[in-house]
């Protein structure tokens, strides 16, 4: 949410620092204080928002929000932060009318700009986000966030690329400033598209050393965690057959990035009865919170100590929706937590993505992510993160069997109709052809595969690593040194 302003009170500022540091509850007293007797719409509401969001008093804070949202706001900061509340609760209509009205209370802020622009690409609008990010820019040509997310909203051409802007902006900044790191995927992006493959994996190249540079990461602690996982997840799971062959209450659709989760969560979001919670950590936060204090040395024997039933609940009472409606749970590295899910919700139905390793380490190596998966900037880290992944599923499929339905993206994007019915055949769901047209599936998304979501399923993807196999020899020969030979060589 958007920080406090210079017109905080005391008690608002308190309850900010409270929640910061986990006192919620606490914070919750002094944030209702901060907003008695306002008249006007400001930070103080969407603070308490968020506070009675972290709580999970999501009915309350929604009345917050839309009581706040009749005031008249106080400036851009205010619409700011009920707009990213507004996400958290999944108002994605509702938040992306805060952010344009954030955009007149602040037509010359760049920061203000991105976020309408990211809001509406989210919701398919992908021509208003590109003007949006030509505001953003025009307000700051430093702002390079802005940059990347308008390079990523269409298929550059040769008629219309933004190739020589992106190079003029490159040219100003020093070899290792962190703009360089996004102006660097838009670059190679934009290249991409043009069919300049050699000159876009430079860039990529170079992009990803530079925002390597800046990350304190040891791939190593990465490698420790999944064997511990392992570890302490070690014993097989009995078969508890679906009731009546009804539909799973919750779907969980696990992979690598980049791996065809969106696409999956797309096409079984496009059935009747199905919706997407997107990519939340409720099932993370329902086991930590249900782990014992003691009881292990680490928090992974803690939370293999946690009770099942406490755990289910907790995550049920974060995902459910009151329809019961079956929910996709589309969180990539819920990998991580496969024999637990197992364990809470026996009756869930657990979906993995798969993409030839050489291709699937490719797709994450192009892509520049947020704070998530800082393996994917180094091609020796994203091997030794690959082999410690590899090792974590054998062990899955050891331990749960048949409960794990592997999906291929090569299947899915080739023949979508036979790949999604046999998913939603594991979900007990009833498929439907028309499930395949994600490009009308009008739910907003927030993943790196926003943009391309709203065309028509497409294997142009597969073709993709033809073009730079004389780039991935060090790629390949890391994999294969970690023990994951590439089956085109």
Same mark, same amino acid.
């Given at each position: 949410?958007?920080?406090?302003?210079?017109?905080?009170?005391?008690?608002?500022?308190?309850? #900010?620092?409270?929640?910061?540091?986990?006192?919620?509850?606490? /914070?919750?007293?002094?944030?209702?204080?901060?907003?008695?007797?306002?008249?006007?719409?400001?930070a103080a509401h969407s603070l308490l928002a968020t506070i009675l969001i972290n709580l999970h008093r999501l009915d309350e804070a929604t009345q917050v929000i839309d009581a706040a949202a009749l005031l008249v706001e106080t400036d851009a900061v205010a619409c700011d932060g009920l707009a990213?509340?507004?996400?958290?609760?999944? =108002?994605?209509?509702?938040?992306?009318?805060?952010?344009?009205?954030?955009?007149?209370?602040?037509?010359?802020?760049?920061?203000?700009?991105?976020?309408?622009?990211?809001?509406? =690409?989210?919701?398919?609008?992908?021509?208003?986000?590109?003007?949006?990010?030509?505001?953003?820019?025009?307000?700051?040509?430093? #702002?390079?966030?802005?940059?990347?997310?308008?390079?990523?909203?269409?298929?550059?051409?040769?008629?219309?690329?933004?190739?020589? /802007?992106?190079?003029?902006?490159?040219?100003?900044?020093?070899?290792?400033?962190?703009?360089?790191?996004?102006?660097?995927?838009?670059? /190679?992006?934009?290249?991409?598209?043009?069919?300049?493959?050699?000159?876009?994996?430079?860039?990529?190249?170079?992009?990803?050393?530079?925002?390597?540079?800046?990350?304190?990461?040891?791939?190593?602690?990465?490698?420790?965690?999944?064997?511990?996982?392992?570890?302490?997840?070690?014993?097989?799971?009995?078969?508890?057959?679906?009731?009546?062959?009804?539909?799973?209450?919750?779907?969980?659709?696990?992979?690598?990035?980049?791996?065809?989760?969106?696409?999956?969560?797309r096409v079984l979001s496009n059935l009747p009865g199905v919706v997407s919670n997107g990519e939340t950590d409720h099932f993370a936060q329902a086991l930590l919170g249900a782990a014992p204090p003691q009881g292990g040395p680490d928090v992974f024997a803690r939370a293999a100590l946690a009770?099942?039933?406490?755990?289910?609940?907790?995550?049920?009472?974060?995902? /459910?929706?009151?329809?019961?409606?079956?929910?996709?749970?589309?969180?990539?590295?819920?990998?991580?937590?496969?024999?637990?899910?197992?364990?809470?919700?026996?009756?869930?139905?657990?979906?993995?993505?798969?993409?030839?390793?050489?291709?699937?380490?490719?797709?994450?190596?192009?892509?520049?992510?947020?704070?998530?998966?800082?393996?994917?900037?180094?091609?020796?880290?994203?091997?030794?993160?690959?082999?410690?992944?590899?090792?974590?599923?054998?062990?899955?499929?050891?331990?749960?069997?048949?409960?794990?339905?592997?999906?291929?993206?090569?299947?899915?994007?080739?023949?979508?109709?036979?790949?999604?019915?046999?998913?939603?055949?594991?979900?007990?769901?009833?498929?439907?052809? =028309?499930?395949?047209?994600?490009?009308?599936?009008?739910?907003?998304?927030?993943?790196?595969?926003?943009?391309?979501?709203?065309?028509?399923?497409?294997?142009?993807?597969?073709?993709?690593?033809?073009?730079?196999?004389?780039?991935?020899?060090?790629?390949?020969?890391?994999?294969?040194?970690?023990?994951?030979?590439?089956?085109?060589?």
């Amino acid at each position: 949410m958007a920080g406090m302003t210079s017109r905080a009170s005391p008690a608002q500022i308190r309850a #900010h620092d409270l929640m910061r540091v986990g006192r919620n509850a606490d /914070a919750l007293v002094l944030a209702r204080q901060a907003v008695v007797g306002l008249t006007r719409c400001t930070a103080a509401h969407s603070l308490l928002a968020t506070i009675l969001i972290n709580l999970h008093r999501l009915d309350e804070a929604t009345q917050v929000i839309d009581a706040a949202a009749l005031l008249v706001e106080t400036d851009a900061v205010a619409c700011d932060g009920l707009a990213f509340a507004c996400l958290r609760l999944g =108002r994605h209509d509702a938040a992306n009318a805060l952010y344009a009205r954030a955009t007149k209370l602040a037509p010359h802020d760049a920061a203000t700009w991105y976020n309408y622009a990211a809001s509406e =690409r989210a919701l398919g609008r992908l021509g208003p986000a590109e003007q949006a990010c030509n505001r953003a820019i025009a307000c700051d040509p430093a #702002h390079f966030a802005s940059y990347l997310l308008r390079s990523e909203l269409r298929v550059q051409t040769a008629v219309t690329n933004h190739v020589d /802007a992106l190079r003029t902006a490159l040219g100003r900044l020093a070899p290792d400033a962190p703009g360089r790191v996004p102006l660097g995927y838009a670059m /190679a992006k934009e290249l991409d598209d043009l069919g300049d493959y050699d000159a876009a994996f430079a860039a990529f190249a170079a992009a990803a050393a530079v925002r390597r540079r800046h990350m304190a990461y040891d791939v190593a602690t990465d490698e420790r965690k999944l064997r511990r996982i392992a570890e302490v997840f070690d014993h097989p799971v009995a078969p508890v057959p679906r009731s009546g062959g009804s539909a799973a209450r919750f779907v969980f659709i696990v992979g690598l990035p980049r791996s065809g989760t969106t696409l999956l969560e797309r096409v079984l979001s496009n059935l009747p009865g199905v919706v997407s919670n997107g990519e939340t950590d409720h099932f993370a936060q329902a086991l930590l919170g249900a782990a014992p204090p003691q009881g292990g040395p680490d928090v992974f024997a803690r939370a293999a100590l946690a009770d099942p039933d406490r755990v289910g609940a907790a995550y049920a009472a974060m995902a /459910a929706r009151a329809d019961g409606a079956t929910v996709i749970e589309k969180l990539p590295m819920n990998y991580l937590y496969l024999g637990a899910i197992r364990r809470a919700l026996p009756d869930a139905a657990l979906l993995v993505m798969r993409r030839p390793p050489l291709e699937s380490c490719f797709a994450m190596y192009r892509t520049l992510f947020g704070d998530a998966y800082p393996f994917s900037y180094a091609i020796d880290d994203l091997a030794r993160y690959h082999a410690a992944y590899a090792r974590l599923m054998t062990h899955w499929r050891d331990r749960l069997g048949d409960r794990l339905h592997t999906i291929d993206y090569a299947a899915l994007v080739t023949d979508p109709a036979a790949t999604g019915a046999g998913a939603a055949n594991h979900c007990g769901l009833a498929w439907h052809d =028309r499930a395949i047209a994600i490009e009308a599936n009008p739910a907003a998304s927030f993943t790196a595969s926003a943009s391309q979501i709203r065309r028509p399923i497409y294997r142009s993807s597969l073709d993709r690593l033809d073009h730079y196999r004389r780039h991935l020899g060090p790629l390949a020969d890391a994999l294969a040194a970690h023990g994951i030979p590439d089956p085109g060589a």
